[in-house]
């Protein structure tokens, strides 16, 4: 499986990204897909996930703000974020899991100017 992101950059605190991932490859069972963020000098963290159901779950630090959501057809993942905060700055991964194996994207800055 191989997972290409876009949508990053930079924006001021208070605007809005969408962050998508696209997965290519062997994409038959893929079941959970993730967002992960790694801050500099932090752990990498998750960010919201959702099932092949489309059940999600949210980090408290962005419920509210940011909404995960998926497209099996496809194989794509993305991420919409608003009222970006300073504190959301970091790298975003895009993880997914198949069967018993996990892969992740190259990642993407997200920049939020305060």
């Known amino acids: 499986v191989q997972l290409v992101e876009s949508g990053g950059g930079l924006v001021q605190a208070g605007g809005s990204l969408r962050l998508s991932c696209a997965a290519t490859g062997t994409v038959f069972g893929i079941n959970n897909m993730a967002w992960y963020r790694q801050a500099p000098g932090k752990q990498r963290e998750l960010v919201a996930v959702?099932?092949?159901?489309?059940?999600?779950n949210y980090a408290d630090s962005v419920k509210g703000r940011f909404t995960i959501s998926r497209d099996n057809a496809k194989n794509t993942v993305v991420l919409q974020m608003n009222s970006l905060k300073a504190d959301d700055t970091a790298v975003y991964y895009c993880?997914?899991?198949?069967?018993?194996?996990?892969?992740w994207g190259q990642g993407t800055q997200v920049t939020v100017s305060s």
């Open positions: 959702v099932t092949r159901g489309g059940i999600t």
């Open positions: 993880h997914v899991y198949r069967g018993t194996e996990d892969y």
